[in-house]
């Protein structure tokens, strides 16, 4: 790979530690992936944030960095395992709280936003159209490459805060348009009533074209929070971290629709209901916000809970991230929810928060959130937000 | 015999060969402490990749995977060297960040449990079988 001198100087260690290590990893991976040169980034998103999944190893190596490591460019945080402030309500331990904030500190110190939310677009690092950024977080990277028409690979922590520290990625894989050509063209047939409709579209689509870039036509019209939950969910089930929607992507004609074709039909939506559904009626625990809630959402909920009250022994969690729940607790939607016995999990989500054997059922609007909440042994339920608010009131499936 | 591969990280190792023909996920499938594979049904199950010179075909599984490979070497019990037919971004990132020397590209079915065997950066030797 060729390297310019400023680049080389790095590599040496001119500028430290954090910089040596970080163009070692950048360079090794262009080198694995036959990347010819490294590209500048516009911003970047750091995900294994949570000490659930660093442990005390990560939580070393973010130390040794921090030492000398400053980001190069806007870097926005993925989710921790807790609310940062409201931790203890939401039954997290001391142990587990004070590992989790040394790991937040050493975010801080790098000079990364503690964003902590799986949407950093909602909340300020929105790249543009044909802009380059080294992402992680599965569903935010489909995000940014499929609505919003921006490029990245699917970084994973390390190599992104390596890209942060250097302010480029090696230019392959995703980077490149011959590798973003669409291989699959999926027709939609069915039709999409509620929200959770999205999920199980993605879950559909993830599984027919899975490993492909699906280009999908059929689709109308789709709101954001809509996009953000296929997203999400398309890339959990399978499919590549890019899709292209007809009508919704950015720049979707340049591409010749694929010739290999599969269709989803209403029976493809009803059947990955059959698979995300477990058998069960009681419900002890009810989240929305995967990914994360944006204001829309929470004044949806807020409207939907007003007067009500959430069941004894049913936990009901809003996760969302700490800027969209400060306009919340302007607008008094914090309140309203709150008073219905609803909390807010800001900072963190169902997927990386440390649930193992807290809760026995889930409801949810989210396929994703259905996925990783299996593997902390729930059983899931996935519906619209009504039908998981009835859940919430109630502590049953319908 | 002598087999030149690709640096993936600098530096040089020297030991006792630990050969697989399955691909190893470091998260979940190794234990951190002790560097012994805990992978289910896995071929090197029960036995300690600990100062070994570990050759293994690829890595698999979770991201997460190069921070357990940091760990074993604060631990003391990570592997002395790597050795991949084609090496990925978790354990590219692992050996880089924990400092292990390892190269890819290399014919791993040259390479037999318990041969002696050399890292000196792109090079791998095969000392005696």
């Known amino acids: ?398 | 015999m002598e087999m030149k591969g690709r640096i993936i990280f600098k530096g040089k190792a020297e030991g006792e060969a630990l050969v697989t023909k399955q691909p190893i996920s470091f998260y979940g499938g190794v234990d951190p402490n002790t560097g012994e594979v805990i992978e289910k049904d896995h071929e090197l199950q029960g036995q300690s990749v600990k100062g070994k010179i570990l050759v293994f075909p690829t890595g698999k599984g979770s991201t997460v995977g190069s921070y357990t490979l940091y760990r074993m070497r604060k631990n003391g019990a990570a592997p002395a060297g790597i050795i991949n037919k084609e090496c990925e971004t978790i354990v590219a990132v692992g050996a880089i960040i924990s400092e292990i020397p390892c190269v890819d590209k290399i014919d791993i079915s040259k390479i037999k449990t318990g041969d002696r065997v050399r890292i000196d950066n792109g090079t791998v030797t095969l000392i005696k079988n």
């Open chain 1, 1 to 398: 790979m060729y390297l310019t001198k400023e680049e080389q100087r790095m590599l040496d260690g001119e500028e430290g530690y954090a910089v040596r290590k970080s163009m070692e990893i950048l360079v090794a991976l262009g080198e694995i992936y036959g990347a010819e040169r490294l590209i500048k980034v516009g911003s970047v998103q750091v995900a294994g944030v949570s000490y659930h999944n660093l442990g005390d190893a990560g939580l070393e190596f973010l130390n040794e960095l921090a030492k000398d490591g400053k980001v190069k460019v806007l870097t926005t945080l993925n989710p921790a395992g807790m609310d940062l402030e409201n931790w203890r309500q939401l039954g997290i331990s001391e142990d587990f709280a004070k590992k989790q904030e040394m790991v937040i500190q050493a975010f801080e110190k790098m000079g990364i936003l503690v964003s902590c939310t799986c949407t950093p677009y909602l909340i300020g690092n929105l790249p543009r159209y044909g802009e380059h950024v080294a992402w992680s977080e599965s569903s935010a990277v489909t995000f940014a490459n499929s609505v919003l028409g921006a490029k990245t690979n699917r970084e994973g922590g390390p190599s992104a805060l390596a890209a942060a520290f250097v302010g480029k990625t090696p230019c392959y894989g995703l980077h490149l348009d011959e590798n973003r050509v669409p291989d699959i063209h999926v027709k939609v047939e069915a039709t999409l009533t509620k929200f959770s409709d999205w999920g199980a579209l993605g879950y559909a689509i993830g599984k027919k074209a899975e490993n492909k870039i699906p280009y999908i036509t059929g689709i109308r019209d789709a709101e954001v929070d809509e996009l953000k939950s296929f997203c999400a969910s398309v890339v959990t089930y399978g499919a590549k971290p890019l899709f292209y929607m007809e009508g919704i992507t950015p720049g979707a004609e340049r591409w010749p629709v694929p010739k290999d074709t599969v269709t989803v039909e209403q029976r493809d939506i009803q059947e990955a209901y059959d698979h995300i559904n477990d058998e069960v009626s009681d419900i002890d625990f009810i989240c929305i916000g995967c990914p994360h809630c944006s204001i829309k959402e929470i004044a949806e909920i807020s409207c939907l809970l007003e007067g009500k009250k959430i069941a004894a022994n049913t936990e009901f969690w809003v996760a969302t991230s700490r800027s969209v729940k400060q306009l919340a607790d302007k607008r008094g939607y914090t309140a309203v929810i709150e008073q219905a016995g609803g909390k807010f999990a800001c900072d963190t989500c169902m997927a990386v928060a440390p649930l193992k054997g807290r809760f026995k059922a889930l409801a949810t609007t989210s396929a994703k959130g259905c996925f990783y909440s299996r593997q902390n042994g729930m059983k899931t339920k996935m519906g619209s937000l009504e039908e998981c608010i009835e859940a919430a009131v109630t502590g049953k499936w319908r």
